[in-house]
């Protein structure tokens, strides 16, 4: 069994970046059109090309960057790169909450970087539509290095749609995501991250967010698909007051799939709260699901819910809830639930005439029904198909 | 509507009813007696067809089809229906699609939610933290909308309150169309173990269960005052 500790391996991670060319070599086809299969895959990802309420576009093919509009008042979106120039090396910003050092993908991130996103909102501003931002893949063995930066400037509220995924026809290649996220004073980030990679893809994203005082960070993170290996552990701090953090996770592994998930949420200042929640389904694949909530003020709220579904008989799915309180004055909890599905609920659903099988995706359903809104419908296809899946594979 | 011949069941490989025999006619309302142990939601359970209730011996007819052994999502559809004690909790399923699940006709469900005040349930996850009120209007709710054409209840009294006795009493007159006094199809057979449900609903029939066998019929009233006043051991002595 595979060792409990996320952390890095050097020789191992060394060897990965190895294995890929760099996305540069790749990338005299990252500038050509998207096809409309490619547009299709980027809508079942959540990046809907067509949709007239999508004012604000980010696409980076390869490391190209083929599209960056925003219309909105108050929002600026730039290529990383170019924000960089433009600010004076972000500053405040670039490398200030996670540590190019930490491990060989931070590193390759920090010294071959392709490109990435900078978005922020200014002050006051209120985007009633996500804005959406795609990490593209086009080519196989490429190694993608993305660096983002969101920062919500007091009193905004902003929500952003990511997609990463590959070539429809493609199986194999490396995702490097560095992000980091800046909630200021009273500001609102809801964050939805869809993955939907192949099955030779592995991917590291490096995710740190602060949020400053009356702050609120909600992250949906969803990936329904297969891949070879997803090895991710954002850490949210709450800096300031009444500051709040809630973390939802879906994670299908189908067979041949190894995802390491997790959240971490410091509460670093009084009446702070928390909530992580993530719904793992294992149809043969491997999914580690992590939480770490740590209370280092008085007056906070967190809890922590893991629910695990085993839908085949091998497969793993490997719960770690960790609570850590630094002072007594905390309110912290979690439940954790793995297994099938309960025969009793099957029969309760039989009782009122549903078959088996129509009784079983119900449930599914059930366990995968995470309300997030302005999910294009495709995506909301592809939950649906993603059950269907879940059902056959059993 | 519904005979039983010599029913014996096992549940754990435990003999828990041990040669059942009973007559339901169309129209009919049955109740049934008996002390905590006794063997009375195993029948229910075996009528219904959950898994884990082996019929070793005897058989169950239900619409003139043996249903000894055909699948429980068939029996329901062939017109039987269970109002569960303690229905177990669906996480993220919720009422209004469960209702809709259930309803023979297209939006029954929905109609009866909003006749039965209960609209404010439809988006809430079923049973999550329903109180024992609601957990069984909800029960009969789902049923009303299934329009089962023999209803098992068991315990449906169970964790009410005097206010809420009212509801479930008339919901449960309606499913078993007690308001019709000719050509009243529907059945039903109810477990009762405090009895104040025959102040809402009028019963056909009586029976005691001790011990895995049914050791008196007849008038509910009657059986219900002999066990107040002696006690089931009473039932155990007097041979019908």
């Not at chain 1, 939907?196 to 967010?209: G, H, K, L, M, S």
């Amino acid at each position: 069994m595979p060792v409990l500790k996320q952390g890095s391996d050097k020789a191992r991670d060394e060897d990965l970046l190895k294995r890929f060319k760099s996305a540069s070599e790749a990338d005299a086809s990252g500038e050509a059109e998207l096809d409309s299969e490619e547009r299709k895959r980027l809508k079942q990802t959540g990046v809907d090309l067509d949709a007239a309420n999508r004012l604000g576009t980010f696409i980076q093919t390869n490391c190209h960057v083929s599209s960056c509009h925003c219309d909105i008042e108050g929002v600026e979106m730039l290529p990383v790169t170019e924000a960089l120039k433009k600010y004076d090396g972000l500053k405040d910003y670039w490398w200030k909450i996670l540590d190019p050092g930490k491990d060989a993908f931070t590193r390759e991130a920090d010294r071959n970087l392709d490109n990435g996103y900078f978005i922020r909102a200014r002050a006051g501003a209120k985007v009633v539509y996500p804005l959406q931002a795609c990490l593209y893949i086009r080519n196989d063995n490429v190694a993608q290095k993305v660096h983002n930066v969101v920062v919500a400037e007091e009193g905004s509220e902003l929500h952003i749609i990511t997609g990463c995924t590959t070539h429809p026809h493609l199986t194999s290649g490396l995702h490097i995501g560095v992000s980091e996220f800046y909630v200021k004073k009273g500001a609102k980030l809801v964050f939805t991250m869809v993955h939907n990679w192949a099955e030779d893809v592995y991917v590291r994203p490096r995710t740190a967010i602060v949020v400053e005082e009356g702050g609120t960070f909600l992250s949906n993170y969803i990936s329904l698909k297969g891949v070879k290996s997803v090895q991710t552990f954002p850490t949210c701090t709450l800096k300031g007051r009444n500051a709040i953090a809630r973390f939802n996770s879906v994670i299908v592994a189908p067979e041949g799939s190894d995802i390491d998930t997790g959240s971490r949420v410091v509460l670093e200042a009084p009446e702070t709260r928390a909530e992580i929640i993530s719904r793992t389904i294992s149809y043969g694949g491997r999914v580690v699901a992590r939480g770490h909530l740590i209370g280092k003020a008085e007056n906070i709220k967190a809890h922590l819910e893991c629910q695990g579904l085993m839908l085949a008989e091998h497969g793993v799915i490997h719960a770690i809830p960790e609570l850590e309180a630094h002072v007594a004055d905390v309110d912290m909890s979690h439940e954790a639930a793995v297994g099938r599905i309960a025969k009793e609920e099957i029969e309760y659903l039989m009782s009122r005439g549903l078959d088996e099988e129509a009784a079983t995706s119900t449930i599914v359903r059930g366990f995968l029904n995470v309300k997030i809104d302005g999910l294009p419908k495709e995506l909301d296809d592809e939950l649906q198909k993603a059950v269907e899946e879940c059902r056959h594979g059993m | 509507m519904l005979h039983i011949e010599d029913l014996w069941v096992d549940v754990q490989g435990k003999e828990v009813l041990r040669g059942i025999n009973m007559d339901i006619g169309k129209g009919e309302t049955h109740c049934l007696f008996g002390k905590n142990g006794s063997g009375k939601t195993t029948l229910l359970m075996t009528l219904m067809g959950f898994d884990g209730y082996e019929v070793k011996h005897g058989k169950i007819v239900f619409q003139g089809e043996d249903i000894t052994h055909m699948p429980l999502y068939e029996r329901a559809r062939l017109g039987m229906g269970l109002s569960f004690q303690r229905p177990p909790t669906l996480r993220g399923v919720k009422l209004r699609d469960m209702l809709n699940l259930c309803s023979s006709v297209q939006g029954a469900g929905m109609e009866l939610a909003i006749e039965y005040g209960f609209e404010r349930f439809l988006d809430r996850e079923v049973n999550l933290g329903f109180s024992g009120g609601e957990i069984k209007k909800s029960e009969l709710l789902q049923l009303l909308a299934q329009n089962p054409a023999l209803t098992l209840l068991d315990e449906p009294e169970s964790g009410v309150d005097i206010e809420n006795l009212n509801v479930i009493g008339d919901m449960i007159r309606r499913l078993l169309e007690k308001d019709k006094h000719r050509n009243r199809t529907k059945s039903g057979l109810i477990i009762t173990h405090t009895g104040f449900i025959l102040n809402y609903v009028t019963a056909d029939k009586g029976h005691v269960m001790l011990n895995g066998k049914l050791c008196c019929q007849g008038n509910p009233i009657d059986i219900f005052e002999g066990i107040q006043k002696h006690g089931y051991e009473e039932c155990a002595k007097c041979q019908f």
